[in-house]
């Protein structure tokens, strides 16, 4: 069972990255991104039903967008008009439970190692 997640980097204030989470040896539920910066709690970013249905952050909406490739078992994490303060280490998880609970990280029974994303100029 794992969940790969990748595409993290070094990327300037204004600009974008797309971030993947693969899949293996397991099915895939609703699947969230979490984030967590240095000396922070680990905060949800956005999450998609298998049927389409996503939710974010306050904070990122508009700017990011989830989505998923079931055939392929892969997650993505599309962020455009990247801010200083996006700077941390991104999670993807897998879902389990009640769909009111797509926000809250105890919900999710698989996370992947992270991949970090620094926003600097």
């Known amino acids: 069972v794992q969940l790969q997640a990748s595409g993290g980097g070094l990327v300037q204030p204004g600009g974008s990255l797309r971030l993947s989470c693969a899949a293996s040896?397991?099915?895939?539920?609703?699947m969230g991104w979490y984030r967590q910066a240095p000396g922070k709690e680990r905060e949800f970013v956005a999450a998609?039903?298998?049927?389409?249905?996503?939710y974010y952050a306050d904070s990122v909406k508009g700017r990011f967008t989830i989505s998923r490739d079931n055939a392929n078992y892969t997650v993505y994490l599309q962020m455009n008009s990247l801010k200083l303060e996006d700077t941390a280490v991104y999670y993807c998880?897998?879902?389990?439970?009640?769909?009111?609970?797509?926000?809250?990280?105890?919900?999710?029974?698989?996370w992947g190692q992270g991949t970090q994303v620094t926003v600097s100029s």
């Open positions: 998609r039903r298998k049927g389409g249905f996503t």
């Open positions: 998880a897998r879902h389990r439970g009640p769909l009111s609970t797509v926000r809250i990280d105890t919900s999710y029974d698989y």
């Open positions: 040896g397991i099915r895939l539920n609703a």
